[in-house]
């Protein structure tokens, strides 16, 4: 199948600059052709891009697809027929909001994976951390208030989201399991979190020897770990002990982030989903205990962006929202763009991501050897930025692999 978009403003993230009206080919789901001037050839889809800027597919740097929904009650009642048609419809959506390609970052995919493969549903390409790692009465705990104590210091616990094991050699054993599973690299807590039922936001999580001992099976299976880390705490136990990245870090001071700086660790900020558990989880059913974690975080997630950028981290750029609220993926583009330049945050879309998603060469760009995953629009990204908020409005073609998924380019 040979794929055509003619006359579109092509974006190079690298060079963080337009380069002009191009035509891309794209046969059998790889890019073949960026050419400068006219191509003439035979053609199964041709898509006129008409002037419109032509961008890399979407990367979304951190989401959770296997959380279909914040009404955390519903859920436990649900058949698991119901679930899976919830996800996949999550997973659907998602693309067509731009976002061919995600980081999940904690729950177990196989069956959505597999799903896309046999064109069962539409979604992005996964690259998946499948079961997080936790600590009893961790961020990844979570069990109802009432639980009968391990047997065991050796026992994990297993749920469609997480491993939850404490010590050296349980946790050793869950990211072997986590691993054995396919999992592309590994996601732990250190702190607490939001969305999670027994644990205080500011709680460090895990021990240097736990982080460490995980750290290893990953180095040997030529990967790494993230951690989910709010508190300066928990961002240095999760840094000095080997994790490569961390997600949020909305709770960091400067010697911290100088710190992390000096460690060459990568941070992906989240800053939509605090956005939204502020404005809507109400009307989602997500628990009020839980509302009240949050309270802050968007504000505090804004700041620790200018702290992070003046110690010179390195930034990726995720949403983590959850269920219902995963329509607001696009907000994200709003946010970053009140702080930060359109290039920087771009480049940590398409460049820190993709590094992520050890995907390099293959999205992220517009050139030969790269999936075919394209986004049209009206917008000029570097001018605009936020307009991406709204795919609706902003987004005239979703390409994805060769194969248009949103075609409103007569419209």
């Known amino acids: 199948m040979r794929t055509v978009v003619r006359n579109g403003v092509v974006y190079e993230p690298l060079a963080g600059q337009h380069l002009g009206e191009r035509t891309v080919v794209i046969e059998d789901g790889t890019i073949v052709e960026v050419v400068d001037g006219k191509w003439s050839g035979e053609v199964d889809v041709d898509l006129d891009a008409r002037g419109r800027h032509v961008l890399p597919g979407f990367v979304d740097g951190h989401v959770h697809l296997s959380i279909h929904t914040m009404d955390f009650r519903r859920a436990a009642r649900e058949w698991e027929f119901e679930r899976a048609l919830a996800v996949a419809a999550l997973s659907e959506a998602t693309v067509r909001r731009g976002f061919t390609t995600v980081r999940d970052t904690g729950g177990d995919l196989r069956g959505l994976k597999q799903s896309i493969r046999r064109n069962l549903c539409g979604g992005p390409r996964i690259v998946s ?75 460090v999580q895990y021990t240097p020897e736990e982080v460490s001992t995980i750290v290893t099976e990953a180095e040997h299976r030529h990967t790494y770990v993230t951690a989910h880390a709010y508190s300066p705490e928990s961002m240095r136990l999760a840094a000095d002990n080997g994790v490569a990245c961390l997600e949020h870090g909305n709770l960091v001071d400067a010697a911290t982030a100088s710190h992390l700086a000096g460690l060459g660790t990568t941070v992906v900020p989240t800053l939509v989903t605090y956005w939204a558990f502020r404005d809507h989880a109400e009307k989602f059913g997500f628990p009020e205990r839980n509302q009240a974690k949050n309270d802050g975080l968007f504000e ?88 991406l908020a709204d795919p609706e409005a902003a987004l005239a073609a979703v390409v994805q692999g060769g194969r248009p998924i949103v075609d409103r380019l007569d419209g």
Request: with cysteine; hydrophobic share 35%; charged share 20%.
């Open 300 to 387: 505090q997630g804004r700041a620790a962006i200018g702290l992070f950028r003046d110690a010179g981290v390195e930034l990726g750029f995720g949403t983590d929202l959850l269920g219902e609220a995963q329509p607001y993926q696009n907000q994200e583009f709003a946010i970053r763009a009140e702080l930060e330049p359109a290039v920087d945050v771009l480049r940590s879309m398409y460049v820190t991501n993709v590094r992520l998603c050890d995907l390099v060469g293959k999205v992220g760009t517009v050139s030969p050897g790269a999936y075919g995953d394209l986004v049209v629009t009206d917008v000029d990204p570097l001018e605009d930025l936020a307009a």
């Open 129 to 203: 951390a499948g079961h997080m790692l936790s600590q009893t009465g961790g961020h990844g705990d979570l069990r109802g208030s009432v639980v009968d104590p391990p047997e065991c210091g050796c026992q994990i616990i297993t749920s469609p989201y997480a491993h939850v094991a404490d010590g050296p050699s349980a946790v050793r054993k869950a990211a072997r399991q986590s691993l054995r599973d396919g999992s592309d690299f590994i996601k732990i807590h250190t702190s607490g979190g939001v969305a999670s039922p027994s644990d205080p936001l500011d709680s």
